[in-house]
């Protein structure tokens, strides 16, 4: 049974990436969101109970889950308690993504597994990729998007960009480049490319 290769998406912030893994799903790939994850984490009790006892209450919202508005507000504002997140949930997210892995691998037909994560290369995910895809698109678009689908403003969008390694670092990691400022026909069209692309690298 021929090997199921793993792609990494990555790109700037608003750039689409849930978009681009949106077209890889059309196109037979199964996606692992690490979002997704890191909202099963941060459902947890015991890791809600933790983040409460280093920032209080606040973290937690009248329906007793995690708040990740206010703990984003704490840690984007803080490197430290970025940081100490991180050594809590990191962990654990790498663990389910890995059991999801498995779980693609034991029982789909999938083209590729697609890694859909906001910090592929800070977290050096992109280790665990046999390919990489930078999703590009303009700084405009981007922060339109992010403030159309977030509620960020243009200092919110910047400050989070900052927070992650550069485009030019991202793009030069990256074995395909995606653009993703048309219409979901041209997505769809790239992504068919791009795993087309994969396909004869690897049978090669």
Known sequence: M?????????????????????????????????????????????????????????????????????????????????????????????????????????????KAIVLDSPLLIESKLDRECDFIVFVDADAAQREQRARESRGWSREEWMRRERCQASLDEKRSRADFVIRNDGDIRALDAQVEAVLKEVDRRILN
Do not use: M, Y
């Open 2 to 110: 021929k090997a199921i290769p793993v792609i990494g998406i990555c790109g700037g912030v608003g750039a689409g990436k849930s978009s681009v893994a949106a077209a890889f799903t059309r196109a037979g790939a199964a996606v692992v969101d690490s979002d997704q994850a890191n909202r099963e984490v941060l459902a947890r009790p015991d890791v809600r109970d933790e983040l409460v006892s280093w920032w209080g209450s606040e973290v937690v919202g009248p329906d007793g889950a995690v708040n990740r508005r206010a703990v984003a507000e704490i840690v984007f504002g803080d490197p430290a308690a970025r940081k100490r997140l991180e050594s809590l949930t990191h962990p654990l997210i790498g663990q389910l993504r890995a059991h999801k892995i498995e779980a693609v691998r034991e029982s789909s037909s999938a």
